[in-house]
């Protein structure tokens, strides 16, 4: 099987991907906002790269609340215009990155920045959506669990009670899949960003349940890849959407 995490729109990649023929796990985090190394994305297609330049400039030097009244002056007065025009640009970017997927086996779950709607209704008749449920997958039994940690209220975005409640649903499986990392410092925190995007619940499970493998994505510049937790092995299989690359396991 292959894995990939953090795909952001990279339609012609996950194309490539696809085309060696499943199983192929996604873990989630399909379309792109803004790619913040170059601020291309929805958010630059629809409101502006100027605006985007901006944004992101300030978010970069911590000033998040100037950041926000930026965003907030540029929807003023036209908040069912921009609406409507992201709603129509996100449905867009589903139809392009689930047809990548036309022809393949492929099980599919949902990051942070996903709407679990549009992508369950958007992939193709070879691809499956999966939350909350185990698999079996070349001889492997794989639990999946989607979503993402909460943060700034992406529609991706569960509850710690949330996800704890889809992991006790699981109980034991050999592989777990999820978008977050667990609360582990060095798997958890991204460098560029510098913000710890870990889940307790997630990090709960591995220590009680102590599957042999834990797959995972959403840090894009982690300050580890790979560690071990107890007998179990986790590792972020992204940033897809920079690499180009597939994790191959068995």
């Known amino acids: 099987m292959w894995l990939v995490s953090d795909v952001h729109g990279a339609v ?3 194309r490539r991907v696809a085309d060696r023929g ?20 929805i958010v630059a297609d629809v409101s502006g790269k100027e605006l985007v330049d901006r944004f992101v400039r300030l978010r970069s030097e911590g000033r998040h609340d100037e950041a926000r009244e930026l965003w907030q002056h540029h929807t003023r007065g036209r908040e069912e215009e921009m609406r409507h025009a992201y709603e129509v640009a996100i449905e867009q970017a ?9 022809g393949c086996e492929a099980y599919v779950t949902f990051g942070n920045v996903d709407r679990p ?26 639990g999946f669990a989607g979503g993402g940690v909460t943060s700034i209220g ?15 649903a699981l109980g034991d499986v050999e592989i777990l899949c999820t978008h977050v990392a667990p609360a582990v410092d060095v798997l958890a925190t991204d460098v560029i960003g510098g913000r710890q995007k870990g889940s307790e619940p997630v990090l709960q499970y591995l220590v009680d349940r102590r599957p042999r493998l834990h797959f995972f994505g959403d840090i894009h510049q982690p300050r580890a890849t790979t560690w071990r937790i107890g007998p179990t092995t986790s590792h972020n299989v992204g940033y897809f959407r920079a690499t180009g690359r597939a994790v191959r396991y068995g």
């Open 12 to 14: 012609r990649a996950l």
């Open 22 to 41: 499943g199983p192929l796990l996604v873990l989630g985090d399909l379309i792109n906002f803004i790619d913040y190394r170059t601020n291309a994305g």
């Open 94 to 102: 589903y139809v392009e990155i689930c047809a990548a997927l036309e």
């Open 117 to 142: 709607d549009l992508l369950r209704a958007h992939l193709p008749s070879t691809a499956r959506f999966v939350d909350a449920e185990i698999l079996e997958i070349e001889g492997h039994t794989v």
């Open 154 to 168: 992406t529609p991706g975005e569960v509850s710690d009670e949330e996800m704890a409640a889809k992991l006790d």
